[in-house]
């Protein structure tokens, strides 16, 4: 019988093995494939994160990054600088104290008080801020002067899941941009600040705006128009948002706002304040992945539109007495002139008997001299019997009346522009509480080395210059034209300025001249001077102030009915030689 051969058949516990084999390796490379996309994606978000973070950080830092001031430079903008170096948290103040000297310039313009060396130095002034933004804007637009800001935190952070042997590393293709224009910079301005025959409006027509702590912010990126209308000069103001901290931003509000998509033609080097960072890294394929993101940086200081090293200055000079012995007929037509010191005035009740003076009476013997004696100096004395620079700038301490309107005028906006925020009664008080008893006839109004304003006798014995902020230049003079505000008093006969003297003089009678001795009381004729220059500031100097007083004391009746001229009553040489 034939044998019958049997197909062997399959283990199914074989079988088994295969298709268990097969499912692995199904698994194996499906979870391959989501380990590698969960590490890519983990990785790309590692690198979104570390990208975001160092340009946070860009955000953060670019205002730390500081240009050197060239010495001329620092010669105008040392005391708003960082150690004769300027930043984003300095470039405001920078443009803050150039517009104060281009606003004073306009004003000394417009009141007929300019030169060719004040509008020179406007000139140089707004060259030396525009120089310094140049120098700044190139810096903050050179990437590799922030690129270790964005290391500090952007390489330092882990890509493990992207490729555990890279960092992130920066392109080289990063952007600035002038976000936020035409909003409020860091700078606040108080309307004292604006110098007489200046407008808010001539810097535009909403230079400024108010927020929320009531303060009125210049706005940055914003044609602030100053100069002449042949030659305009804008100011460069950077904004900075109100109590903002630096954020990122929208890649595309960032794109729209460069300047090669929206150029500011009025300004020549305008300062950028957003930054858009671009960096790459590799995965373990070899495969680039790239990263971009953007911030806006902020100072989150809010400072006054000054100029800290700005000073008024305030000589007294040499007074005058001039007599003129009127009362005699006929009248002597001169005066006999002596110089006073304030330093030995005296007093209301003593006498200044200094002078002897002797003249020859045409046709009679030389028997004729006089003594006059005369309260001098009390003009300068407050009710405490102290002299005061406040009774010596304003005769006999009446600061209301209008004769000073302009000096006043200029007194309160150049302090304003030294320390902000300073009320007429401060200024008053501070002149009230100077003593001018002391050695030194020149005053300064100025910061003191915290800040605050003062008054400093420049007399090297006072020891209070060095108490002034060093950033002060006392060399330095006003750049403007002279004006005097001219104030005459009238003090008739027998009142506290009057002059009581002692005449021997030859009484012509019918027996012939006979020397008799008379004594006659007389009136006094102030004139108070001040000689007021302005200056733009651009050397620290805004205003000079020169006080000088003259008594025209005359013997005998006064009666005067016209006008005295500003520069005081005529003189003719007498018989004396005397003029």
């Not at 391959?32 to 955000?59: D, K």
């Not at 930043?87 to 000394?108: C, D, E, F, Y």
């Not at 009248?331 to 002897?356: C, R």
Request: glycine share 8%; with cysteine.
């Amino acid at each position: 019988m034939p044998t019958l051969l049997h197909k062997p058949r399959r283990s199914s516990k074989g079988a088994s093995l295969v298709m268990t084999a097969g499912i692995v390796g199904v698994l194996i490379i499906v979870g391959g494939a989501c380990c590698y996309l969960t590490m890519n994606i983990g990785g790309h978000r590692e690198g979104t994160h570390a990208t975001t973070s160092g340009t946070l950080n860009v955000g953060k830092k670019s205002v730390l990054l500081k240009v050197d001031g060239s010495p001329e430079e620092s010669a105008i903008y040392a005391s708003v600088s960082e150690g004769n170096r300027f930043s984003l948290r300095s470039i405001n103040r920078v443009w803050g104290h150039a517009l104060l000297t281009m606003m004073n310039a306009q004003s000394m313009r417009a009141t007929s008080h300019d030169l060719p060396s004040s509008n020179k130095n406007e000139q140089d002034a707004f060259n030396a801020a525009n120089s310094i933004s140049e120098k700044l804007s190139k810096a903050l637009n050179d990437q590799a002067n922030l690129e270790g800001y964005f290391a500090e935190t952007g390489s330092q952070n882990s890509l493990v899941m992207l490729n555990a042997d890279k960092t992130l590393a920066p392109l080289h293709s990063w952007k600035t941009a002038c976000m936020n224009r035409g909003g409020e910079s860091n700078i606040r301005l108080n309307t004292s600040q604006i110098p007489p025959e200046v407008e808010l409006t001539d810097l535009g027509s909403e230079p400024t705006v108010k927020m929320p702590d009531g303060g009125d912010y210049l706005r940055g990126y914003y044609p602030l128009a100053l100069g002449t209308p042949e030659k305009k000069l804008y100011a460069n103001f950077v904004p900075f948002e109100y109590k903002q901290q630096p954020h990122l931003i929208s890649q595309g509000d960032m794109e729209a706002n460069t300047l090669s998509s929206k150029p500011i033609t009025e300004c020549s080097f305008p300062v950028p304040n957003a930054f858009k960072c671009s960096a790459q890294a590799a995965d373990q394929m070899k495969r680039a992945h790239v990263w971009n993101s953007a911030a806006i940086a902020n100072t989150m200081s809010r400072v006054d539109l000054e100029i800290p090293n700005g000073f008024v200055r305030i000589k007294l000079e040499q007074d005058y007495w001039q007599w003129y012995p009127n009362y005699m007929p006929p009248a002597f037509p001169f005066k006999f002139q002596v110089d006073v010191p304030k330093k030995t005035a005296n007093p209301e009740g003593s006498v200044w008997p200094d002078v002897i003076w002797l003249l020859t009476h045409p046709g009679l013997p030389p028997a004729f001299f006089v003594v006059p004696e005369a309260n001098y100096g009390h003009q300068y004395y407050d009710d405490k019997d102290k002299r005061t620079l406040y009774r010596a700038i304003y005769a006999f301490g009446d600061h209301t009346q209008g004769t000073y309107a302009e000096f006043n005028k200029l007194l309160f906006n150049r302090v304003n522009q030294i320390k902000p925020g300073t009320s007429w009664d401060d200024i008053m008080n501070l002149l009230k509480e100077e003593d001018i008893s002391g050695g030194g006839d020149t005053f300064i109004i100025g910061r003191d080395l915290d800040g605050a304003l003062m008054v400093a006798n420049t007399d090297p014995a006072a020891s209070e210059v060095s108490k002034l902020t060093s950033y002060i230049n006392l060399s330095a003079g006003a750049d403007g034209k002279s004006f005097e505000q001219v104030k005459h008093i009238i003090k008739s006969k027998n009142n506290i300025t009057a002059n009581t003297v002692l005449h021997l003089i030859w009484e012509m009678t019918p027996f012939g001249p006979i020397p008799l001795v008379k004594t006659v009381k007389g009136g006094t004729i102030w004139r108070h001077r001040l000689t007021c220059t302005p200056g733009t500031g651009v050397n620290g100097a805004l205003l000079d102030v020169k006080q000088r007083d003259t008594a025209y004391a005359f013997w005998g009746a006064i009666n005067i009915t016209k006008p005295i001229p500003d520069g005081g009553l005529p003189v003719t040489a007498g018989p004396c030689g005397c003029s």
